[in-house]
């Protein structure tokens, strides 16, 4: 299993940024997909994640509405569409794969993602 993200960079306060995950080594349509992140200093937090299907998806709070996560099965990549950036927003973001097969519940709790990327940076200036 390998995880690829990209996207990352500078962006200013009020900025959209773009990011992808690119996905191998497993059958992608088959597992949820999440993004999460880690501030310098800080624990790694969920931001949001998507169902197999496409059906499905959960944020948290602090990005509802400037955040969209989806996801391209035919390509194996899920992406994170970020807008109305705030500094605090920057992070590490890390794309990361439920643990489960065809799992029926979206999961916010770190330890049930089984893959992770190996994350792109995020840098919101004021």
């Known amino acids: 299993v390998q995880l690829q993200a990209s996207g990352g960079g500078l962006v200013q306060a009020g900025g959209s940024l773009r990011l992808s995950c690119a996905a191998s080594?497993?059958?992608?349509?088959?597992?949820?997909m999440g993004w999460f992140r880690q501030a310098p200093g800080k624990e790694r937090e969920f931001v949001a994640t998507?169902?197999?299907?496409?059906?499905?998806?959960d944020y948290i709070d602090s990005v509802k509405g400037r955040f969209t996560i989806s996801r391209d099965n035919a390509d194996s990549t899920v992406y994170l569409q970020m807008n109305s950036l705030k500094p605090d927003d920057t992070a590490v973001y890390y794309c990361?794969?439920?643990?489960?097969?065809?799992?029926?519940?979206?999961?916010?709790?770190?330890?049930?993602?089984?893959?992770w990327g190996q994350g792109t940076l995020v840098t919101v200036s004021s």
């Open positions: 080594g497993f059958t992608f349509s088959t597992y949820d």
């Open positions: 998507i169902s197999w299907r496409t059906t499905f998806t």
């Open positions: 990361a794969r439920d643990a489960e097969y065809l799992s029926r519940n979206l999961k916010k709790d770190s330890a049930d993602y089984g893959y």
